[in-house]
């Protein structure tokens, strides 16, 4: 089986080099806002910023990552990364119901669609009833996403993402998504692309298709 979405070291260092553990704090905000006390999985860790950023708060997260590449570089930087190397498209190589949130941040667009069933089911089939699927991903309108990034080949709508979790299992979906900047970067375009999107939810603005899930 061909394992979509196992980057390559020069693919890493091109796209994530820049950043460090802060980048990814609004995560671990909405984390702790959205979910309750518990293990975090982080599926398709990549280099392991989330990780450690949870783990740098005393917060228990273990990550899972296809790229051996991206494993290497987040044990060389962050040696304490709870991070293994695990194909997606596999069983997840944890118990039923231990862990209380799962992340899948920037993941779903980079893997085959069997490969992304997969790892949403696994991700319900690890959470503790209640628990929560935080997922991040570009919109299939999001235009600007598709070509940027040559990996990003498997982009959803909100609707599309909604109705898998929904099928997955997930008793309550929320999304939360952004509007494509269609009146430019300045200030009041922005504002006024956020309220047409806040009254309209027209998905075919939306930059985006976030949500977040639970079991």
């Known amino acids: 089986m061909v394992n979509q979405g196992?980057?390559?070291?020069?693919?890493?260092?091109?796209?994530?080099?820049?950043?460090?553990?802060?980048?990814?704090?609004?995560?671990?905000?909405?984390?702790?806002?959205?979910?309750?006390?518990?293990p975090i999985l982080d599926v398709g860790a990549g280099t392991?910023?989330?990780?450690?950023?949870?783990?740098?708060?005393?917060?228990?997260?273990?990550?899972?990552?296809?790229?051996?590449?991206?494993?290497?570089?987040?044990?060389?930087?962050?040696?304490q990364a709870n991070l293994l190397q695990h194909f997606l498209s596999d069983p997840f190589p944890f118990p039923d119901q231990m862990f209380q949130t799962v992340i899948m941040n920037q993941v779903i667009e980079h893997l085959e669609p069997t490969v992304v069933e997969n790892s949403v089911a696994e991700s319900y089939r690890v959470l503790r009833p209640g628990g929560m699927l935080y997922v991040t991903s570009p919109s299939k309108f999001n235009q600007y996403e598709r070509n940027a990034d040559p990996t990003h080949i498997n982009l959803c709508s909100p609707s599309e993402l909604g109705a898998m979790m929904a099928g997955k299992g997930f008793l309550k979906v929320i999304p939360r998504n952004t509007p494509l900047n269609l009146l430019g970067e300045n200030w009041l375009g922005k504002e006024i692309m956020h309220y047409f999107f806040k009254y309209t939810h027209l998905e075919r603005i939306s930059a985006t298709a976030n949500c977040i899930a639970y079991k």
């Not at 890493?12 to 704090?25: H, I, K, P």
């Not at 392991?48 to 917060?59: A, K, Q, Y």
């Open 48 to 79: 392991g910023f989330i990780v450690e950023g949870f783990l740098r708060w005393g917060i228990d997260c273990t990550g899972i990552e296809g790229s051996k590449e991206a494993v290497d570089i987040a044990r060389k930087r962050f040696p």
């Open 6 to 38: 196992v980057g390559s070291q020069q693919y890493y260092e091109q796209y994530y080099s820049s950043r460090d553990w802060r980048f990814y704090r609004g995560i671990l905000w909405d984390v702790i806002r959205y979910s309750e006390p518990g």
